[in-house]
């Protein structure tokens, strides 16, 4: 390769970024090996291990782009912009000096504008409601968390419920928490729901999956063409919850470090599996820097379940592989169990002997169709043009100190989107160009209720509240918590 780049350095007859022909080959050559090996720039791998650290750097907002303007929906928590006065619904206008309202903003920019490193200044300019005079404020950066557990409650008296989005550096004492905020709530079963999660560190699903099972048991193992990659992985006498009833949610998004969590306890007859066939990664990456600040992510072994299971799909054809999910939705895997033929020299055993398959996925116990009867094109589209959340927030905005007096568990239980409301919604649509669909809202009016009532409970109070109200749309969540009363089966030994 240096032999060619010189030659089309000295040799050429236009002038070339030799550094780009280099990330280019160096990025069709890890292509050419597997689907998920792959090269970052010195720039790129910055932002790609934010989320996975569980924190960023920055002045700590939830931010919305209304009307070309970036709103403050929420100050963070012990955030730098919380503690210098920052209040939602704030309209930021200028940082350092530089406009950006009425740019076309985007989220992309946002970053650009306010993230940077602990410990530096921004200025920022915002218009406040009700304030005539625009106000400025200097931020100093710091470290903000991210959360991976987007939410823990108690669906009834004795079902407990924990959503995980990714597996970061902080999931495993993340869920730790929410495992004993649970279990003093009189939690006795638990809903472990990691549908859409991609994954992330193995070693968190690990960590978490240990909390279920009891010693000794496995959890999961590697196998690389360098046996320094080789490593078993089994239970310790840690875990907080290895007794009571245990399902997991997955569906055609989980993977990864989702599908070693359901596969450790598929396998091990600890859980019950609900929903549709997870994606199907089971390639283990490593991150090898280079001199200049860039990365590798070399694939250095495949990981297995306990009974011996990969998961990974088949990635000889790199377009099929790309195109699996479309592939699966044709073939109808979605909606019925049983378009999904597995071949029989895949065949596994779990723990008490039950059949299980390898060569792409957790294929749940329980499967669940996708729901295509709340499919709505004109929630779709109010949805994308941001229009349900702003009518959200604005509503919050207007309401919330009526709001918060009744408190959550009032409004939980008796406030209600009424036709009002949705008139406004529609009438919001048309001045965004967006024609009424009066059939779609009538049909889909329950959808629409439940989204606004949950986006309005998360600006008022936080993201914990949000999902007791959106989760009353998870088709998935609702059939599994009437299938408790299948888990003994999981305990039945083969005969």
Do not use: C
């Not at 912009?81 to 946002?110: F, H, M, P, Y």
């Amino acid at each position: 390769m240096r032999e060619v780049l010189s030659l089309i350095k000295n040799e050429y007859v236009d002038e070339t970024q030799t550094d780009v022909l280099v990330e280019d080959a160096i990025e069709h050559m890890l292509r050419e090996l597997d689907p998920h090996s792959s090269y970052l720039s010195a720039k790129d791998q910055v932002a790609a291990n934010e989320d996975l650290r569980g924190n960023f750097e920055g002045i700590g907002i939830e931010f919305n782009i209304f009307h070309d303007t970036l709103t403050v929906v929420a100050a963070l928590s012990g955030g730098p912009s919380e503690s210098v006065g920052i209040r939602a619904g704030d309209k930021i206008v200028k940082v350092n000096e530089t406009n950006i309202a009425g740019i076309g903003l985007s989220n992309r920019d946002v970053q650009k504008h306010l993230k940077g490193p602990k410990g530096t200044e921004v200025k920022i300019e915002i218009i406040r409601k009700n304030v005539k005079e625009p106000i400025n404020f200097t931020i100093i950066r710091d470290k903000i968390p991210q959360f991976s557990v987007d939410a823990s409650y108690m669906i009834n008296s004795d079902i407990g419920y924990i959503k995980v989005n990714r597996f970061s550096q902080t999931t495993f004492s993340e869920v730790k928490e929410a495992l004993s905020k649970l279990k003093k709530s009189g939690m006795t079963k638990l809903i472990l729901d990691l549908q859409g999660n991609p994954g992330g560190y193995m070693d968190q699903a690990v960590g978490i999956a240990d909390e279920f099972l009891k010693k000794g048991e496995k959890i999961v193992f590697t196998k690389g063409h360098e046996t320094k990659y080789n490593e078993e992985s089994f239970a310790t006498d840690r875990g907080d919850f290895e007794q009571g009833d245990l399902i997991i949610l997955v569906n055609e998004s989980s993977a990864s470090a989702s599908e070693i969590v359901a596969g450790a306890l598929q396998d091990n007859d600890r859980a019950l599996i609900v929903g549709r066939r997870s994606y199907g990664k089971g390639l283990v990456q490593r991150p090898f820097s280079l001199d200049d600040g860039a990365e590798i992510r070399l694939t250095i072994s495949r990981y297995y379940t306990p009974s011996g299971r990969s998961i990974q799909k088949p990635y000889n054809n790199l377009e099929e592989y790309e195109n699996d999910m479309s592939k699966r939705y044709k073939k109808g895997e979605f909606f019925s169990a049983d378009s999904i033929h597995f071949n029989d020299s895949l065949k596994y055993e779990t723990l008490n002997g039950r059949s299980v398959y390898g060569g792409g996925g957790i294929m749940p116990d329980y499967f669940v169709p996708l729901d295509t009867t709340s499919s709505s094109k004109y929630f779709n589209q109010l949805y994308n043009a941001n229009i349900l959340r702003e009518y959200a927030f604005t509503y919050a905005e207007q309401n919330i100190t009526q709001l918060e007096e009744k408190g959550y568990s009032s409004y939980l239980e008796k406030f209600e989107v009424n036709d009002t409301m949705l008139s406004q919604i529609v009438a919001m649509g048309v001045n965004e160009k967006i024609n009424p669909r009066p059939n779609d809202l009538a049909k889909n009016k329950r959808l629409f209720q439940l989204y606004l009532k949950a986006e309005i409970a998360r600006t008022v109070w936080d993201n914990q509240s949000f999902y007791p109200i959106i989760n009353e749309t998870n088709e998935v969540l609702q059939q599994a918590i009437k299938l408790f009363d299948r888990i003994p089966e999981l305990n039945k030994s083969k005969m």
